[in-house]
């Protein structure tokens, strides 16, 4: 269906792979578009500005916000994360599907903001593999770990105001379901209620004309 993209939120623990999840769909369909976020934290190792994250000093994140430059930010684990605004809107006006890979504070201000967008929560099967997750990264250090572990504990009690969730089992069963929810999401009545209009008001001409 032509016109606006939809807007899909995706969060998840640390360690849930919601960040392989995103390259792959990326990878295999052209109808999204990734909205790269603002941080104030460190790159990793392997880490690009402007691929990865836009790598950004604090005050230059809080004129950001003053500017209303960010569509939603947060904060998490002592640093400042947010969506640039011009992009999603830009690619959204193209009809590019825009995926926002974000955490739950940023998600629910998103579904305040655009009631519309659709939210999926990524799960790892069990809690211990997301401890085994973030070890295997080798990344952070073990106090940082167990602050993400905490975080995870926490986001876990806003799951239910996600739209869908994805176990994700495995990485192409996965991205597959995604993408078929995508589309399935794309098709609910309440999402498309320019549609629905249209047709309620040619019934009305047709009566008009055949009495
Ligand atoms: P990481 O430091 O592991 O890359 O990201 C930490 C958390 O911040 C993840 O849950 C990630 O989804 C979230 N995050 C990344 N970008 C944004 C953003 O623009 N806004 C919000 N609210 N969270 C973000």
């Not at 926490?154 to 996600?162: D, G, L, Q, R």
Request: hydrophobic share 35%; net charge negative; proline share 3%.
């Amino acid at each position: 269906m032509a016109g606006r993209g939809l807007l899909l939120v995706i969060s998840g623990f640390a360690g849930s792979g919601k960040g392989t999840i995103c390259k792959e769909l990326m990878q295999r369909y052209d109808n999204y578009a990734f909205s790269v976020s603002a941080t104030t934290r460190d790159p990793r190792p392997g880490e690009q500005d402007g691929v990865d994250y836009f790598f950004i000093p604090k005050e230059r994140f809080l004129e950001m916000i003053e500017a209303k430059e960010l569509l939603e930010y947060a904060q998490y684990v002592s640093n400042y994360y947010g969506t640039p605004r011009k992009y999603v809107e830009e690619k959204l006006l193209e009809g590019k599907d825009v995926i926002l890979e974000i955490e739950c504070q940023g998600a629910l201000q998103v579904k305040e903001l655009f009631p519309e967008a659709v939210l999926f929560f990524v799960m790892p099967p069990n809690v211990q593999e997301i401890y085994n997750r973030l070890k295997g990264r080798g990344t952070e250090t073990e106090e940082v770990i167990l602050k993400r572990m905490k975080r995870g504990q926490e986001e876990a009690e806003t799951i239910a105001k996600y739209d869908y969730l994805l176990i994700n089992d495995d990485l192409n069963e996965t991205v597959t379901r995604l993408h078929e929810t995508v589309n399935s999401a794309r098709n609910a009545a309440e999402r498309n209620k320019d549609l629905v209009a249209r047709i309620r008001e040619e019934f009305v001409s047709f009566f008009k004309e055949h009495g």
